[in-house]
């Protein structure tokens, strides 16, 4: 159940701290699908328009 990993992600951060990652993807590159639902799994402030963005405009054209 998505929902209910999704909510033991939540539990578990205050527990085991917090980490950080770094995903980058290539400005021109084609991105599937999976590729945008796996950084929306990621953090919650990412998604398919976010990425877009940031894909096709210029540094300072997105905040993350």
Known sequence: ????GHGL???LGHLLG???ARV???RSAYLRNFVFKF???LSDRLN???IGKAMTG???D???
């Open 39 to 41: 950084a929306e799994l």
């Open 18 to 20: 917090q980490n950080v």
């Open 1 to 4: 159940n998505a929902q209910l």
């Open 9 to 11: 992600h939540h539990a």
């Open 48 to 50: 398919r328009d976010l």
């Open 58 to 60: 210029h540094v300072n």
């Open 62 to 64: 997105y905040e993350l």
């Open 24 to 26: 980058a993807f290539k």
